[in-house]
């Protein structure tokens, strides 16, 4: 069975920075794209960053030049560098891919929380 684990979450104040990691595991063959989401307290769930399985990213404009999405395909393992953090970006952050077992579907995992908070 699939799992995506996020990790790397917490609290961190305006200006900082923090690393997101997001683990696939559970008989997976293939994985293209992964994708970093995130949702914020009464807000719809936003798409922030993409990354094929080739490494052609894609980001959200409130995020582009602060945040970095990469994979590495050996250890089906997504990234979210986040630099220059702002309150408004205080969400949980989902990790989302397309996975191949027997089949190909779409992954979500649990969440983690990010606080960005003097």
């Known amino acids: 069975q699939v799992q995506l684990r996020e990790s790397g979450g917490g609290l961190v104040q305006p200006g900082g920075s923090l690393r997101l990691s997001c683990a696939a595991s559970?008989?997976?063959?293939?994985?293209?794209?992964m994708r970093w989401y995130r949702q914020a307290p009464g807000k719809q769930r936003e798409l922030v960053a993409s990354?094929?399985?080739?490494?052609?990213?894609n980001y959200a404009d409130s995020v582009k030049g602060r945040f970095a999405i990469s994979r590495e395909n050996a250890k089906n393992t997504v990234y979210l560098q986040m630099n220059s953090l702002k309150p408004e970006d205080t969400a949980v952050y989902y990790c989302?891919?397309?996975?191949?077992?027997?089949?190909?579907?779409?992954?979500w995992g649990q969440g983690t929380q990010v606080t960005v908070s003097s």
């Open positions: 989302n891919a397309n996975i191949r077992t027997s089949a190909w579907s779409n992954y």
């Open positions: 559970g008989g997976i063959i293939s994985i293209n794209d």
């Open positions: 990354i094929t399985h080739d490494g052609t990213t």
